[in-house]
């Protein structure tokens, strides 16, 4: 069995057609059930280096916090919070933790059949990718 945590990029919510947000990604992360604790530890070991406990009880980690300097990163150098990504990269490496991803990618200016045909709308299968090595 495994723990299965599920993330998008894009917030249409039922507007698959916002002409704002042509890009949507699925993301989910499966972590087998017998090394979820080991996972859930080494992410609390990185995470203690960069933001020593006691942490706000709202303390979550974003990408989009991460990427773009803001909330708990807004002070934190760009090569800190590259350091704090591939150390939580590292703890998914190590476990050999599977990522499936898929995405769709409309150009809203012209029909599926004439997208599908240059090869401008793509809708991906999930691909399995399974980190084997380091990420950098």
């Known amino acids: ?3 299965i945590y599920f993330d998008e990029s894009g917030n249409t919510g039922n507007n ?14 499966a972590v087998p059930e017998d090394r979820w604790l080991q996972v859930e530890q080494g992410l609390q070991v990185e995470t203690e280096k ?11 980690i974003h990408a989009t916090d991460l990427t ?27 476990h050999e933790l599977t990522i499936v991803l898929g995405h769709a990618v409309v150009d809203f200016g012209r029909t599926k059949k004439e ?10 299968k999930p691909a ?9």
């Open 1 to 3: 069995m495994h723990l």
């Open 16 to 29: 698959l057609n916002d002409h704002q947000q042509p890009i949507f990604v699925l993301c989910a992360l």
């Open 50 to 60: 960069f933001f020593p406990s006691p942490r706000p009880d709202d303390f979550e």
């Open 68 to 94: 773009s300097s803001r909330r708990w990163f807004k002070s934190i150098s760009l090569a800190d919070r590259l350091a704090f990504r591939d150390a939580w990269f590292s703890v998914a490496v190590k």
């Open 115 to 124: 997208a599908a045909r240059d090869n401008v709308l793509s809708r991906s």
């Open 128 to 136: 399995r990718l399974v980190a084997t090595k380091s990420i950098g």
